[in-house]
């Protein structure tokens, strides 16, 4: 119908709710004449009347009670569609895709994805584990729009957000004959067959400069992608490594973590995103994570 607008469409169902022009026009927040108007636009479009009116009372015809039905559903698919805006825009409604590397998961992000779910129901997240190296580029292409990981190198496109910052120990089988250790060197570690990190993880190259600065180079016998696979290997004999004490829980009775003398390597848990983004959904998950690590 064209010509015809949503105020048009509003003015109808205010009136036959209303059962008054005066009233409609009071509920619409304008002058009974404007509503006049509205409504003999409307019938002008249509060529034929919509409404009877008298002194007395004001009703549908046949017509009418047919574009009302038609007006009402029209109203309410608009206002709909507005206030999901309006929700997207406060951050309540929308979908956020997150990036998890595997250490993240032993950590506190779990825990604040699942505040933030139940903070914003409306809200639909989506998650996939990605390693720290992979993240960066997976947020320039816009596969993910936040991402739980390793520190990245600082680049003008992305912001980041430390959320923790942990010690790394030694991680033995318990039958190790050094399992029962308060606490270690590195250096004692020097004859043991290691399992690294797998290139290109920055924390491969934090382990290696921390064993290089205790005078030695380890012996890789093995490479783990993540830390299931570590804590695999470690269990069949394969070799030593390292991991953070946020990993206990998950490590299981048959390994052990014994705390590092000195200054050993850290395992950060770093929240990266596209700088430039504006998005509510990801600010309150960012402004989140603040209040929760300060």
Not at 21 to 37: E, H, N, W
Not at 156 to 182: K, N, T
Not at 216 to 242: H, K, N, W, Y
Request: proline share 7%; glycine share 8%.
């Amino acid at each position: 119908m064209q010509g015809i607008e949503l105020r048009h469409l509003r003015c109808l169902v205010a009136i036959a709710e209303e059962g008054s022009f005066s009233r409609a026009a009071q509920r619409l927040g304008t002058t009974q004449p404007a509503v006049s108007q509205l409504v003999k636009r409307l019938e002008d479009v249509l060529g034929q009347r919509l409404l009877h009116r008298d002194r007395f009372a004001t009703s549908l015809t046949p017509l009418g009670e047919e574009v009302l039905q038609q007006a009402r559903e029209a109203v309410a698919a608009v206002e709909g569609a507005l206030e999901t805006t309006r929700r997207g825009l406060r951050g309540e409604a929308g979908r956020l895709r997150i990036g998890l590397s595997v250490p993240t998961l032993h950590g506190g992000a779990p825990a604040l994805i699942r505040r933030y779910r139940a903070a914003r129901p409306g809200v639909t997240v989506e998650m996939c584990v990605l390693s720290s190296p992979d993240q960066p580029a997976a947020l320039r292409e816009r596969r993910i729009d936040l991402a739980f990981g390793g520190v990245v190198p600082e680049v003008p496109d992305l912001a980041r957000q430390v959320l923790a910052d942990e010690p790394m120990r030694a991680l033995l089988p318990a039958w190790h004959r050094l399992a029962g250790a308060d606490s270690l060197s590195l250096s004692a570690l020097r004859e043991e067959g290691w399992i690294l990190p797998a290139a290109p993880m920055p924390l491969r190259e934090e382990i290696l400069l921390h064993c290089r600065l205790a005078g030695f180079t380890p012996r890789a016998v093995a490479e783990a992608p993540d830390f299931l696979a570590t804590c695999g290997l470690v269990l069949a004999g394969a070799g030593i490594a390292l991991a953070a004490e946020s990993a206990r829980s998950f490590a299981g009775p048959e390994l052990v973590l014994v705390p590092l003398q000195g200054e050993a390597p850290r395992l950060v848990h770093a929240m990266i995103w596209r700088a430039a983004d504006r998005s509510p959904l990801l600010r309150n998950l960012v402004a989140l994570a603040a209040e929760s690590w300060g």
